[in-house]
């Protein structure tokens, strides 16, 4: 089975959500017949290249409700063993941050590549990092087993971004409009953080459509009746 998941790394119901998902995966039998992956979305994808506090841009763009928001997340973070820190967190633009998962996926595997997207997301909403600066991104390449050299030399310049933009062009042309967005055997879409068990009945009803081989044509992602939509970002 393969898992698609679209997300972005200033997203923090993509952490909570990735925490979610693995708790199920962990729970479900047929776990190492699974594949996942890490799509890219940028929420702001204007976002400016040089950091700026969260919480400013956070009240700029929702008003006093920004931090009932950010505690609600905080909160429920706990629960998942995620610390969110959105006083120290940066808003910056977060392309940079996909190639490198772009690069992590496609020359060390897919579990490298989801090393380092926890290695970002904690970074980003836990550690005050600027993930859009080029060293701390090496940094973050290194600890998640990339060599330094080849993570530095691709960050220095253009490779992947092409492969990066088709990619979040095909997200808007799937339909997906908030993430995080999980797309299984890129058929059935199920968007927002869900709780683990949620994941879990989804992952055993995907697992027994497949094996039955009975599953209806291709769908649109965030167009399939029933599809879960709390928990998620949209732009």
């Given amino acids: 089975m393969k898992v698609e998941i679209y997300s972005d790394i200033a997203c923090p119901w993509c952490y909570l959500g990735k925490r979610r998902f693995e708790q199920a995966l962990d729970r479900f039998p047929g776990k190492a017949d699974v594949e996942v ?13 040089s ?14 409700q920004s931090v009932a928001m950010d505690a609600r997340v905080t909160e429920l973070g706990l629960a998942e063993g995620v610390a969110f820190d959105f006083d120290t967190a940066l808003h910056v633009n977060t ?3 996909h190639r490198l998962l772009h690069l992590a996926e ?8 989801s090393r380092l997207k926890e290695l970002l997301l904690k970074a980003h909403f836990s550690d005050g990092v600027d993930v859009g600066d080029r060293a701390e991104l090496t940094e973050l390449a290194v600890a998640a087993g990339l060599d330094r050299d080849r993570a530095a030399g691709y960050l220095a310049g253009e490779e992947g971004t092409a492969e990066v933009r088709a990619r979040l062009a095909e997200a808007r042309e799937l339909g997906i409009s ?4 999980f797309v299984f055997e890129g058929r059935w879409a199920v968007q927002g953080g869900q709780e683990a068990d949620t994941f879990l009945r989804v992952l055993e009803q995907v697992a027994a459509d497949t094996a039955e081989d009975t599953a209806a044509p291709a769908e649109q992602p ?13 732009v």
């Fill in 106 to 113: 496609t020359e060390y595997g897919a579990a490298a590549q």
């Fill in 222 to 234: 965030g167009h399939r009746d029933g599809a879960c939509t709390d928990g998620a970002c949209a």
């Fill in 51 to 64: 950091a700026s506090p969260h919480r400013a841009w956070l009240a700029e763009r929702y008003g006093p």
């Fill in 37 to 49: 992956v890490y799509r890219p979305y940028q929420l702001v994808p204007d976002a400016p290249a």
């Fill in 178 to 181: 908030a993430v995080p967005t």
């Fill in 95 to 97: 392309f940079l941050g």
